[in-house]
């Protein structure tokens, strides 16, 4: 075996032969790359592929660090130990008043804390009104008729919660004093008896029709196909 003593050899010696390897290296990364990727356009099944990249990024013990490819981009939203992160929710982004950490939010203290916003939209509503009458863009006056549309149905719906809320309150106290607890069809049997008192006849038959519109559809889902025919 050829021993070569370092020091005897030149500084520019010692410089070509690093160069040297450094290129081997090169080209060495190279031919990898390139057997990589040809390696991942096989005709091969897709699970043989994760499953032997998975695999080479396995640790060397458990106490080595994690490994992964340099391919991957690195997610800059990372789960910290402690905190809930809620992979369905609709957004990573939440309002931070209705977060889990902070307890269980209460809705109906909500919609109080939050109840001059109403008078905001009915101002809103009684101003869209006005420009109706006084545009006369048909263009602009079909885009305020659809908002105010939108804007009034909002505003149902915020009003029908509030309605439903305070009848559910309403008997659920009363039950508790009876001691006597009230199922969920029995209370959304109670909240459509107080809404029909204050409606009209004529909106009640719409009502009603409606919702036998409603039950109908959803008995002929549940129908065999052969029976609906």
Known sequence: MLIIDIKSLSFGALSKAQKSLEEEQRRYDSEEDEQGNSDSDSDGPPEESSASSSGSHKRRSKHAPAESSFKKPVSWIRE??????????SSLYRDIRFDPAYGKS?????????????????????????MVKTTKDENEKSKL??????????????????????VI??????ARKNNYHLKK???????L???FKTMKKKDVNHALERRRKKNTAKE?????LQRRA
């Open 80 to 89: 910290v130990p402690g905190l809930v992160n809620k992979k369905t929710s």
């Open 106 to 130: 209460d809705l109906q203290e909500t919609r109080k804390n939050y109840a001059f916003l109403n008078e905001y939209r009915e101002k809103e509503l009684q101003d869209m009104k006005k």
């Open 145 to 166: 008729k659809t908002a105010i549309q939108a804007l009034e149905s909002r505003l149902k719906t915020f009003k029908d919660r509030d309605f439903e809320r305070e």
């Open 169 to 174: 309150a309403k008997h659920t106290k009363e």
């Open 185 to 191: 069809s029995e209370l959304k049997k109670l909240v």
């Open 193 to 195: 008896t107080e809404k």
């Open 220 to 224: 002929r889902k549940q129908m065999p």
